[in-house]
């Protein structure tokens, strides 16, 4: 899809690069209230899925989601940086290209800025499945109290069980090829009980990320039993604030290994951040429940608004 010539609208969009990270993470990080999508990595990696391209003009950041686009409509996330004019700039743009617009993944308090702006213009609906949830780091790296004993006795069962046989330490780019390979194996081995597509564009997102470790300001940890590789999983700073967890992959045949890697990936990556950001559970029965299920301090709601004709 074109963008519009300078000088129509002021917006010219170019495709997200692992370049642009230290210009969208002042704006994200300041406006993006701890969203995964409001992130320079997902913007990056996710380009197969959404096609972000920006924009950065007078003191704001805009985001087209161009792979979204059709049906009438030019979608976009919500401007940073610019309030009011920040909405009406991007309103301006759809005008230039003959479509109306529609924002995906705006946060509440997004939601209502628009409205307020725009009064009545637009059809807001909450989306549950793109919800995030956002976890407290102190629980998530260790497990306190009683309502999260249960936890706690599985991490303590699995160490009594591998001992030193296990070792979980931050990723080196030395381990990186053997986490591609286990990523691989676990794409091949849950294809039949998973969606296979996106499974498969999934994989090609962690090998991207993995080219672009250091450039994208990934940390992580790897899990190895024996020497071998049996999980991993990393993520991002999207603030001084939260922490965002983008992969994880385990050996389903262990027992408790996901708990055990969920709690020394924060105790080696986010300790320095209030909240860990799970993503959404994109409506799947069995990844709500089990994110649930660890009790989130709270769900970071997310809604479409869609221009009315």
């Given at each position: 899809?074109?963008?519009?010539?300078p000088?129509?609208?002021?917006l010219?969009?170019?495709?997200?690069?692992?370049?642009?990270?230290?210009?969208?993470?002042?704006?994200?990080?300041?406006?993006?209230?701890?969203?995964?999508?409001l992130?320079?990595?997902?913007?990056?990696?996710?380009?197969?899925?959404?096609?972000?391209?920006?924009?950065?003009?007078?003191?704001?950041?805009?985001?087209l989601r161009?792979?979204?686009?059709?049906?009438?409509?030019?979608?976009?996330l919500a401007?940073?940086?610019?309030?009011?004019?920040?909405?009406?700039?991007?309103?301006?743009?759809?005008?230039?290209?003959g479509?109306?617009?529609?924002?995906?993944?705006?946060?509440?308090?997004?939601?209502v800025?628009?409205?307020?702006?725009?009064?009545?213009?637009?059809?807001?609906t909450?989306?549950r499945d793109?919800?995030?949830?956002?976890?407290?780091?102190?629980?998530?790296?260790?497990?306190?109290?009683?309502?999260?004993?249960?936890?706690?006795?599985?991490?303590?069962?699995?160490?009594?069980?591998?001992g030193?046989?296990?070792?979980?330490?931050l990723?080196?780019?030395?381990?990186?090829?053997e986490?591609?390979?286990?990523?691989?194996e676990?794409?091949q081995e849950?294809?039949?009980?998973?969606?296979?597509?996106?499974?498969e564009?999934?994989?090609?997102?962690?090998?991207?990320?993995?080219?672009?470790y250091?450039?994208l300001?990934?940390?992580?940890?790897?899990?190895?039993?024996?020497?071998a590789?049996?999980?991993?999983?990393?993520?991002?700073?999207?603030?001084?604030?939260?922490?965002?967890?983008?992969?994880?992959?385990a050996?389903?045949?262990?027992?408790?290994?996901?708990?055990?890697?969920?709690l020394?990936?924060?105790?080696?990556?986010?300790m320095?951040?209030?909240?860990?950001?799970?993503?959404?559970?994109?409506g799947i029965?069995?990844?709500?429940?089990?994110?649930?299920?660890?009790?989130?301090?709270?769900?970071?709601?997310?809604?479409?608004?869609?221009?009315?004709?």
């Open positions: 899809m074109n963008s519009p010539e000088g129509t609208t002021g010219v969009f170019t495709p997200v690069t692992p370049g642009d990270y230290d210009r969208i993470l002042p704006f994200t990080s300041a406006y993006g209230e701890g969203s995964c999508q992130s320079p990595v997902s913007m990056f990696s996710q380009a197969e899925k959404y096609g972000d391209a920006v924009c950065f003009l007078d003191g704001a950041m805009y985001t161009e792979n979204l686009c059709g049906g009438g409509f030019r979608v976009y401007p940073l940086g610019k309030g009011a004019a920040g909405y009406a700039a991007v309103l301006s743009d759809a005008r230039a290209h479509q109306r617009v529609k924002f995906e993944s705006l946060t509440e308090a997004q939601a800025r628009l409205e307020e702006a725009f009064p009545g213009r637009f059809e807001i909450e989306d793109l919800a995030e949830y956002m976890y407290r780091t102190e629980v998530m790296a260790a497990f306190p109290g009683r309502k999260q004993r249960k936890r706690r006795y599985e991490v303590n069962a699995f160490r009594t069980v591998y030193d046989r296990a070792a979980v330490r990723i080196r780019p030395e381990d990186r090829a986490i591609l390979s286990f990523a691989h676990w794409e849950n294809k039949s009980t998973h969606d296979a597509e996106a499974l564009r999934e994989s090609r997102m962690i090998a991207k990320q993995m080219d672009h250091d450039e300001h990934l940390s992580g940890v790897v899990l190895r039993i024996d020497g590789v049996k999980g991993f999983s990393y993520g991002t700073k999207l603030s001084g604030v939260h922490y965002d967890t983008i992969a994880e992959k050996d389903r045949n262990i027992p408790h290994i996901y708990k055990v890697l969920r020394e990936a924060t105790r080696q990556c986010a320095d951040c209030r909240y860990v950001n799970y993503e959404e559970d994109l029965p069995g990844l709500r429940y089990i994110k649930t299920a660890y009790r989130p301090e709270y769900l970071l709601r997310k809604f479409i608004a869609a221009e009315k004709e």
